[in-house]
């Protein structure tokens, strides 16, 4: 079992910046590829972004490409979104998702994620 525990999110204006943050405990998060995935209100859940549990490849949507990063630090069972260049469609609730994992695999499908956080919201005022 993973627990997975989002933070960060909160209300900005378009054009700034805003970190979340997602803290695993449970097995072991080296192992484990993770993803950040968002819903909107009335929409369904869409892929963010994803890096492997060696963190050596990284995988965007294209709507969030070159605004976004995602990172991670295995010491403190964390992954990261930077987020940049914020925009009204980032308005979101967005969720941070786990699965055990092979070193350099990344995932971007809803169903191929085994263990998710609450979530947290993200609003982005124009």
């Known amino acids: 079992q993973v627990q997975l525990v989002e933070s960060g999110g909160g209300l900005v204006q378009a054009g700034d910046s805003l970190r979340l943050s997602c803290a695993a405990s449970?097995?072991?998060?080296?192992?484990?590829?993770m993803g950040w995935f968002r819903q909107a209100a009335g929409k369904e859940r869409e892929f963010v972004a994803a890096?492997?549990?060696?963190?050596?490849?990284?995988g965007y949507a294209d709507s969030v490409k070159g605004r976004f990063t995602i990172s991670r630090d295995n010491a403190k069972n964390t992954v990261y979104l930077q987020m940049n260049s914020l925009k009204p469609e980032d308005t979101a609730v967005y969720y941070c998702?786990?699965?055990?994992?092979?070193?350099?695999?990344?995932?971007?499908?809803?169903?191929?994620?085994?263990?998710w956080g609450q979530g947290t919201q993200v609003t982005v005022s124009s």
């Open positions: 998702a786990a699965r055990e994992s092979f070193p350099t695999i990344t995932y971007v499908r809803v169903n191929e994620y085994d263990y």
């Open positions: 449970g097995r072991t998060f080296r192992s484990t590829a």
């Open positions: 890096i492997s549990w060696s963190g050596s490849r990284t």
